[in-house]
T-cell receptor, first 111, second 115 residues
Framework: DVKVTQSSRYLVKRTGEKVFLECVQD?????MFWYRQDPGLGLRLIYF???????EKGDIPEGYSVSREKKERFSLILESASTNQTSMYLC??????????FGPGTRLLVL | AQSVTQLDSQVPVFEEAPVELRCNYS??????LFWYVQYPNQGLQLLLK??????LVKGINGFEAEFNKSQTSFHLRKPSVHISDTAEYFC?????????????FGTGTLLAVQP
C-alpha cells in the first residue's frame, strides 16, 4: 500500500512565524504535490515537484515556497505566516502520469 | 484551461436510497477523470477513475461513474447508500498523458446520509 505521511495533523502558529509542513512518501514516486483545501473552494494546487530539486508553481503559490532535497520528502514553507493561510493542507504523491495518493492532511490555524 | 463543476454543494439522502452526484468538466484536450472521497478529518481516497475504454467505471464501496464525452460529464452513482457513505466527494480532471498529471478539482459535494 502507498503511504503518504504528513508531520502534523494539527498546528497552531502565530502571525509572522516561519512554518514548515513536511510530507514523506514511501513508494519512490517522482511527483509530489501540495494543495490547500478551503470550504467551498475545493482543493487548489500550491506547488508540485516532478523530481528532486525540481519544482513548479501551481495555481496559488504566493506566500509559499517548497523544498525537495530527497525524493521521498517534500516540504511546504510559509515564510511569514498570515491569518489568510489558515487552512487544511494536503500532500499527494504519484508516479509520472499516474494516480495521486494523498496524506491525511494538516489543519493549520494562524492566530 | 480545464475546469470542473460540481453543481451540488450538498446532497441529503435517506439510507438505502439511490444517489447521483453530478460532475461536469471543460477541456480542450482529452482527459482523465477521477472521483475522490474524503471522510471527516481524513485525507482523500481514490474512489474510481476513467482513463480510457469502457465508459462505465466501477469503483470501491459500490460506487460507479459514467463518462459521457458529448455531455462532458462524469456523474457518480450508487444504487443504495449507507450511513457510512457520509463524506465529501470530489471530482477531478487531468490532462491525458501529461507526465506531471496535475489535477483540477471541483468544489466538492457533501453527501449526507440520514437514517
Amino acid at each position: 500500500d502507498v503511504k503518504v505521511t504528513q508531520s502534523s495533523r494539527y498546528l497552531v502558529k502565530r502571525t509572522g512565524e516561519k512554518v514548515f509542513l513536511e510530507c514523506v512518501q514511501d513508494m519512490d514516486h517522482e511527483n509530489m504535490f501540495w494543495y490547500r483545501q478551503d470550504p467551498g473552494l475545493g482543493l487548489r494546487l500550491i506547488y508540485f515537484s516532478y523530481d528532486v530539486k525540481m519544482k513548479e508553481k501551481g495555481d496559488i503559490p504566493e506566500g509559499y515556497s517548497v523544498s525537495r532535497e530527497k525524493k521521498e520528502r517534500f516540504s511546504l514553507i510559509l515564510e511569514s505566516a498570515s491569518t489568510n493561510q489558515t487552512s487544511m493542507y494536503l500532500c499527494a504523491s504519484s508516479l509520472r502520469g499516474s494516480t495521486q495518493y494523498f496524506g491525511p492532511g494538516t489543519r493549520l490555524l494562524v492566530l | 484551461a480545464q475546469s470542473v463543476t460540481q453543481l451540488d454543494s450538498q446532497v441529503p439522502v435517506f439510507e438505502e436510497a439511490p444517489v447521483e452526484l453530478r460532475c461536469n468538466y471543460s477541456s480542450s484536450v482529452s482527459v482523465y477523470l477521477f472521483w475522490y472521497v474524503q471522510y471527516p478529518n481524513q485525507g482523500l481516497q481514490l474512489l474510481l477513475k476513467y482513463l480510457s475504454g469502457s465508459t462505465l467505471v466501477k469503483g470501491i464501496n459500490g460506487f460507479e461513474a459514467e463518462f459521457n464525452k458529448s455531455q462532458t460529464s462524469f456523474h457518480l452513482r450508487k444504487p443504495s447508500v449507507h450511513i457510512s457513505d457520509t463524506a465529501e466527494y470530489f471530482c477531478a480532471v487531468s490532462d491525458y498523458g501529461g507526465a506531471t498529471n496535475k489535477l483540477i478539482f471541483g468544489t466538492g459535494t457533501l453527501l449526507a446520509v440520514q437514517p
